[in-house]
């Protein structure tokens, strides 16, 4: 086949910069935002805080090109220079360019008091490396339990075997150390705090607990008793094959259940900075009961306000004075007009955040008004993405943007804004409700069942449908599972 040439014209859709930067913009948590608008400042010399005693006869960009170099080469041509409206760039009094403010003005009483947490804690394992120093070890020793140490997991189990343990030490270190020299540290380790560290499986790890509790009496040594021997036994509700093999009543086995499920079963999770469980989540929204009417505002606190520098600005203004226009001049300009419109994207890029922020959250607090009013799950309505694009006229992956990452405070609690949005079922009545209406009723059936006999999935979807829900029982099933609601054996009690 021969070589050719043709002109192609083509419609492509593309994205800007401008749009780009709202779209990460938009993904980023207030938590995260502050960190983010500073990372801005510390870019863009044009882009300053905004603040009451700022000096109007900032002069500091100047030295920016002071010592600059004839060779120095900008980004902007020749063109470009001329094409340069400096009127644009020097008005008096322009408040849309210079004045930003991300503060609430209509609530500031409320905004004093939404402070912005943060924590601070030593780590698991800077907790485990400062125990060791307690120990009365010998560099090389030291060596060994540190990387015994570094290979426990962040739920403070010890999954790595020992003989991958030694490979590293002699691979990494040059340090030969035996198997048996490795269990003895493991075994120190183990009777460090959180009680339960450094177990290679869950069993272990209970038993280690146990080990600590054995002086407050017979009831612990049967539970060391019951894991011991039977541990599968036990994680499977077998009560009755425990009764028999141990020979003892349902009181003594209701003692032992009492004491094992006081135990932890992740130790290290409640430790320093892997407690992901506990980690402070700072709301995005705030919504007030206001004597029956609803209110919203957007959490803007320790988010600084903005301004374009008032010292590039004035450059400009001298540049328009002055009469002589040098290369340097030239080059000087161009770069402070870049760093202006950068300065200019941003600022108006978290305007247009804070925009379409409330306009969602707006959205779904009107869709979603009896909720918010009564803090009653079953009174929430079904709500998909397109509900909310619809109504607000933005795209469906912007509505997703904002509500994958963003979290509302309301007097019942603080929720993800993915809480609100659910599926729909039909009732016998063919009216169509959410998918957590139904979860929210399976979840009470569950909690108020008897828990010597619990309601099976059959039984859970009869009850559903008398209800009137038209349910199937395998959708119950899946509802049971996103709830974490094991299977009636496992939720049988004595």
């Given at each position: 086949m021969a070589l050719s040439q043709s002109l192609q014209q083509k419609l492509l859709q593309k994205l800007s910069p401008q749009q780009i930067q709202l779209m990460k913009l938009l993904q980023v948590p207030t938590a995260n935002l502050e960190e983010r608008i500073k990372e801005e400042l510390e870019e863009n010399p044009a882009l300053e805080l905004s603040e009451e005693n700022h000096d109007e006869n900032f002069e500091e960009p100047r030295d920016e090109f002071e010592?600059?170099?004839?060779?120095?080469?900008?980004?902007?041509?020749?063109?470009?220079?001329?094409?340069?409206?400096?009127?644009?760039?020097?008005?008096?009094?322009?408040?849309?360019?210079?004045?930003?403010?991300?503060?609430?003005?209509?609530?500031?009483?409320?905004?004093?008091?939404?402070?912005?947490?943060?924590?601070?804690?030593?780590?698991?394992?800077?907790?485990?490396?400062?125990?060791?120093?307690?120990?009365?070890?010998?560099?090389?020793?030291?060596?060994?339990?540190?990387?015994?140490?570094?290979?426990?997991?962040?739920?403070?189990?010890?999954?790595?075997?020992?003989?991958?343990?030694?490979?590293?030490?002699?691979?990494?270190?040059?340090?030969?150390?035996?198997?048996?020299?490795?269990?003895?540290?493991?075994?120190?380790?183990?009777?460090?705090?959180?009680?339960?560290?450094?177990?290679?499986?869950?069993?272990?790890?209970?038993?280690?607990?146990?080990?600590?509790k054995l002086?407050?009496?017979?009831?612990?040594?049967?539970?060391?008793?019951?894991?011991?021997?039977?541990?599968?036994?036990?994680?499977?509700?077998?009560?009755?094959?425990?009764?028999?093999?141990?020979?003892?009543?349902?009181?003594?086995?209701?003692?032992?259940?009492?004491?094992i499920i006081k135990l932890n079963p992740k130790p290290g999770g409640n430790v320093g900075e892997v407690n992901k469980a506990e980690s402070y989540v700072v709301p995005d929204f705030f919504i007030y009961n206001n004597g029956g009417k609803l209110e919203l505002t957007l959490n803007s606190k320790n988010a600084p306000d903005l301004r374009i520098s008032e010292g590039y600005r004035d450059m400009l203004k001298e540049y328009d004075k002055g009469s002589k226009k040098d290369k340097r001049q030239k080059e000087a300009v161009l770069f402070i007009k870049q760093k202006i419109d950068a300065a200019k994207w941003f600022i108006d890029a978290i305007k247009q955040r804070q925009q379409t922020l409330m306009m969602t959250m707006q959205t779904i607090m009107d869709y979603q008004k009896e909720f918010f009013l009564t803090g009653d799950e079953t009174t929430l309505r079904p709500m998909i993405l397109k509900d909310i694009a619809e109504r607000t006229g933005l795209d469906i992956s912007t509505v997703s943007r904002v509500a994958n990452s963003k979290f509302v405070q309301t007097e019942f609690g603080t929720y993800r804004l993915k809480f609100f949005f659910s599926e729909s079922l039909s009732t016998e009545s063919g009216e169509e409700v959410s998918t957590r209406e139904v979860k929210k009723i399976l979840s009470d059936m569950v909690e108020g069942e008897n828990k010597r006999k619990p309601l099976s999935d059959e039984r859970l979807t009869e009850l559903l449908q008398e209800k009137g829900y038209n349910i199937a029982r395998r959708t119950v099933a899946k509802y049971r599972e996103q709830l974490n609601i094991p299977v009636a054996r496992l939720r049988k009690e004595l």
């Amino acid at each position: 086949m021969a070589l050719s040439q043709s002109l192609q014209q083509k419609l492509l859709q593309k994205l800007s910069p401008q749009q780009i930067q709202l779209m990460k913009l938009l993904q980023v948590p207030t938590a995260n935002l502050e960190e983010r608008i500073k990372e801005e400042l510390e870019e863009n010399p044009a882009l300053e805080l905004s603040e009451e005693n700022h000096d109007e006869n900032f002069e500091e960009p100047r030295d920016e090109f002071e010592n600059a170099d004839d060779d120095y080469e900008t980004e902007g041509s020749e063109d470009e220079y001329e094409n340069i409206d400096i009127s644009e760039y020097v008005q008096e009094g322009d408040d849309e360019i210079a004045d930003y403010k991300l503060r609430d003005d209509n609530y500031p009483e409320l905004e004093d008091k939404q402070v912005m947490p943060f924590k601070i804690e030593n780590s698991l394992h800077d907790s485990l490396v400062d125990q060791l120093g307690m120990l009365d070890l010998d560099d090389r020793t030291q060596k060994i339990a540190e990387q015994i140490v570094g290979s426990i997991d962040d739920d403070g189990y010890l999954r790595r075997e020992t003989t991958s343990i030694m490979d590293d030490l002699a691979f990494r270190q040059n340090i030969i150390a035996t198997e048996e020299e490795i269990e003895g540290l493991i075994r120190k380790i183990q009777h460090f705090d959180p009680p339960g560290i450094c177990a290679r499986d869950l069993q272990e790890c209970l038993l280690l607990q146990l080990e600590r509790k054995l002086k407050e009496g017979t009831e612990v040594k049967l539970a060391i008793e019951v894991l011991s021997r039977y541990f599968d036994e036990f994680t499977k509700k077998h009560y009755d094959k425990i009764q028999r093999g141990l020979n003892i009543d349902d009181d003594q086995l209701k003692s032992v259940i009492n004491q094992i499920i006081k135990l932890n079963p992740k130790p290290g999770g409640n430790v320093g900075e892997v407690n992901k469980a506990e980690s402070y989540v700072v709301p995005d929204f705030f919504i007030y009961n206001n004597g029956g009417k609803l209110e919203l505002t957007l959490n803007s606190k320790n988010a600084p306000d903005l301004r374009i520098s008032e010292g590039y600005r004035d450059m400009l203004k001298e540049y328009d004075k002055g009469s002589k226009k040098d290369k340097r001049q030239k080059e000087a300009v161009l770069f402070i007009k870049q760093k202006i419109d950068a300065a200019k994207w941003f600022i108006d890029a978290i305007k247009q955040r804070q925009q379409t922020l409330m306009m969602t959250m707006q959205t779904i607090m009107d869709y979603q008004k009896e909720f918010f009013l009564t803090g009653d799950e079953t009174t929430l309505r079904p709500m998909i993405l397109k509900d909310i694009a619809e109504r607000t006229g933005l795209d469906i992956s912007t509505v997703s943007r904002v509500a994958n990452s963003k979290f509302v405070q309301t007097e019942f609690g603080t929720y993800r804004l993915k809480f609100f949005f659910s599926e729909s079922l039909s009732t016998e009545s063919g009216e169509e409700v959410s998918t957590r209406e139904v979860k929210k009723i399976l979840s009470d059936m569950v909690e108020g069942e008897n828990k010597r006999k619990p309601l099976s999935d059959e039984r859970l979807t009869e009850l559903l449908q008398e209800k009137g829900y038209n349910i199937a029982r395998r959708t119950v099933a899946k509802y049971r599972e996103q709830l974490n609601i094991p299977v009636a054996r496992l939720r049988k009690e004595l």
